[in-house]
C-alpha cells in the first residue's frame, strides 16, 4: 500500500536576513510524505525567493500532481519537474528506500560576521581544516577587505570561503582584493561568484591568483539542455545546492562530473529548514564524504522543523503542527 501527504509550513526567520536585498521574515514551503509498506520518507520543497523561478504555489500544485503519480505505482519523473520539487521528492524517495545515511557529515563551514573572537570556540570544536564562510559585498569593498584581512591576520590557521553573490564589478573586485596581502590570498579556498559577469570573475581570478567558485552560474548554466560541467572554465569548485538544482540524481551526476575534473564540490543549503539541512548532512556523508558542508544556517530561523539540528537550542515544530493540505492512499 502506498500513501502520500502534503503539509504547508511556515517559519519566522531572524530579523536580519536579506535575500537580493529584499528581507526575509518567514520561511514558507512544504513537508512531502511518501508511506509505502510500512516505510516512511519526508522532503522539504521550498523555493528560494528571489532565486527560484517557481513560487511556492506552482511548487505545491506540481508536488500534488507528481505525488498523485506516485501514489498509483507511477515513478517519479524529475527532468521537467521545478528544482524545488524534484529536490524534496526526490529526497523523500531516498529516505523511503533507506538508500540515505543515517549518519550525516554535520562539520559544516561557520558563517561569520566579521568578528574573530566569536569563530575561535566554534573553530576549536572542528574536525579537520578550519574554514570558515563570510558573506561579502555587502558593504563597501574596502570595508571587506579589512576585514577579511583582520580575520586571517587575527586566526593564523584559519582559511575562508567568501560569498559575493555577484555583488561587484570588476573594479570594485580589484579594490577588495587590494586589501589582502599577497601572503594571505593563498588561504581564500575561494570566492562564490565575484563579480557580476561571469567573465569578469575569470579575469579577476587570474589576475589576483584567487581561486573562484561557480553558483548562481551553474544554476543558470544546468538549465540549458546538454549541459556539462566541463562547460564551466576557470573554476576552482561547484556549489551544489539541490533545491535550486533539481534532483539528488541529477545533482548526483554533477558532482560525479567534477570530481572527474579535480573541481572542488560543496554541498550547500537555499536556507531549508532544520528537517531539510539535516537531510542534506546525510546526503552530503554520502556524495562528498571528504568536503566541509555549507550549511550553516539554521541559526537564520527562529524554529526548527520536525528534524532538529545537532546542538540547536531553538524549539522545534512537529510535523503535527503543520497544516495538512492533502493526501491519498492507493490500496494494493
Same mark, same amino acid.
Given at each position: 500500500?502506498?500513501?502520500?501527504?502534503?503539509?504547508?509550513?511556515?517559519?519566522?526567520?531572524?530579523?536580519?536576513?536579506?535575500?537580493?536585498?529584499?528581507?526575509?521574515?518567514?520561511?514558507?514551503?512544504?513537508?512531502?510524505?511518501?508511506?509505502?509498506?510500512?516505510?516512511?520518507?519526508?522532503?522539504?520543497?521550498?523555493?528560494?525567493?528571489?532565486?527560484?523561478?517557481?513560487?511556492?504555489?506552482?511548487?505545491?500544485?506540481?508536488? &500534488?500532481?507528481?505525488?498523485?503519480?506516485?501514489?498509483?505505482?507511477?515513478?517519479?519523473?524529475?527532468?521537467?519537474?521545478?528544482?524545488?520539487?524534484?529536490?524534496?521528492?526526490?529526497?523523500?524517495? /531516498?529516505?523511503?528506500?533507506?538508500?540515505?545515511?543515517?549518519?550525516?557529515?554535520?562539520?559544516?563551514?561557520?558563517?561569520? &560576521?566579521?568578528?574573530?573572537?566569536?569563530?575561535?570556540?566554534?573553530?576549536?570544536?572542528?574536525?579537520?581544516?578550519?574554514?570558515?564562510?563570510?558573506?561579502?559585498?555587502?558593504?563597501?569593498?574596502?570595508?571587506?577587505?579589512?576585514?577579511?584581512?583582520?580575520?586571517?591576520?587575527?586566526?593564523?590557521?584559519?582559511?575562508?570561503?567568501?560569498?559575493?553573490?555577484?555583488?561587484?564589478?570588476?573594479?570594485?573586485?580589484?579594490?577588495?582584493?587590494?586589501?589582502?596581502?599577497?601572503?594571505?590570498?593563498?588561504?581564500?579556498?575561494?570566492?562564490?561568484?565575484?563579480?557580476?559577469?561571469?567573465?569578469?570573475?575569470?579575469?579577476?581570478?587570474?589576475?589576483?591568483?584567487?581561486?573562484?567558485?561557480?553558483?548562481?552560474?551553474?544554476?543558470?548554466?544546468?538549465?540549458?539542455?546538454?549541459?556539462?560541467?566541463?562547460?564551466?572554465?576557470?573554476?576552482?569548485?561547484?556549489?551544489?545546492?539541490? /533545491?535550486?538544482?533539481?534532483?539528488?540524481?541529477?545533482?548526483?551526476?554533477?558532482?560525479?562530473?567534477?570530481?572527474?575534473?579535480? /573541481?572542488?564540490?560543496?554541498?550547500?543549503?537555499?536556507?531549508?529548514?532544520?528537517?531539510?539541512?539535516?537531510?542534506?548532512?546525510?546526503?552530503?556523508?554520502?556524495?562528498?564524504?571528504?568536503?566541509?558542508?555549507?550549511?550553516?544556517?539554521?541559526?537564520?530561523?527562529?524554529?526548527?522543523?520536525?528534524?532538529?539540528?545537532?546542538?540547536?537550542?531553538?524549539?522545534?515544530?512537529?510535523?503535527?503542527?503543520?497544516?495538512?493540505?492533502?493526501?491519498?492512499?492507493?490500496?494494493?
Amino acid at each position: 500500500m502506498r500513501s502520500v501527504k502534503l503539509y504547508r509550513y511556515t517559519l519566522p526567520m531572524d530579523s536580519g536576513v536579506v535575500l537580493r536585498n529584499n528581507k526575509l521574515t518567514h520561511r514558507v514551503g512544504y513537508v512531502v510524505e511518501l508511506s509505502e509498506q510500512g516505510r516512511v520518507g519526508y522532503g522539504e520543497i521550498a523555493p528560494l525567493p528571489g532565486f527560484s523561478p517557481e513560487s511556492v504555489e506552482e511548487a505545491g500544485a506540481l508536488a &500534488k500532481e507528481m505525488m498523485g503519480d506516485w501514489v498509483e505505482y507511477r515513478c517519479f519523473n524529475y527532468e521537467h519537474a521545478f528544482a524545488s520539487v524534484a529536490c524534496g521528492l526526490s529526497m523523500a524517495e /531516498m529516505e523511503l528506500t533507506q538508500q540515505l545515511p543515517q549518519r550525516g557529515n554535520y562539520n559544516t563551514a561557520p558563517l561569520c &560576521k566579521g568578528d574573530p573572537d566569536a569563530l575561535w570556540p566554534i573553530l576549536g570544536n572542528m574536525v579537520g581544516e578550519k574554514i570558515a564562510k563570510v558573506k561579502v559585498g555587502r558593504h563597501e569593498p574596502i570595508r571587506d577587505g579589512m576585514m577579511v584581512s583582520l580575520l586571517l591576520e587575527s586566526i593564523p590557521n584559519l582559511k575562508l570561503r567568501l560569498d559575493a553573490n555577484r555583488a561587484w564589478s570588476r573594479e570594485q573586485a580589484d579594490k577588495f582584493i587590494s586589501y589582502l596581502p599577497q601572503s594571505m590570498r593563498h588561504r581564500i579556498v575561494f570566492i562564490e561568484e565575484p563579480c557580476h559577469k561571469p567573465s569578469d570573475s575569470l579575469s579577476f581570478s587570474l589576475d589576483s591568483g584567487v581561486f573562484i567558485a561557480w553558483d548562481e552560474t551553474l544554476q543558470d548554466a544546468a538549465q540549458q539542455p546538454n549541459f556539462r560541467v566541463a562547460d564551466l572554465t576557470g573554476g576552482r569548485a561547484l556549489i551544489i545546492k539541490p /533545491m535550486v538544482l533539481g534532483s539528488l540524481g541529477y545533482c548526483q551526476n554533477l558532482i560525479e562530473q567534477a570530481n572527474a575534473m579535480n /573541481m572542488q564540490v560543496v554541498v550547500s543549503s537555499s536556507i531549508e529548514s532544520s528537517l531539510g539541512l539535516t537531510q542534506l548532512a546525510r546526503w552530503a556523508a554520502l556524495v562528498a564524504p571528504t568536503a566541509t558542508p555549507g550549511l550553516d544556517t539554521v541559526d537564520l530561523f527562529q524554529e526548527q522543523l520536525i528534524t532538529p539540528w545537532p546542538e540547536c537550542s531553538l524549539p522545534v515544530k512537529g510535523i503535527e503542527e503543520l497544516e495538512l493540505l492533502w493526501e491519498q492512499i492507493a490500496l494494493k
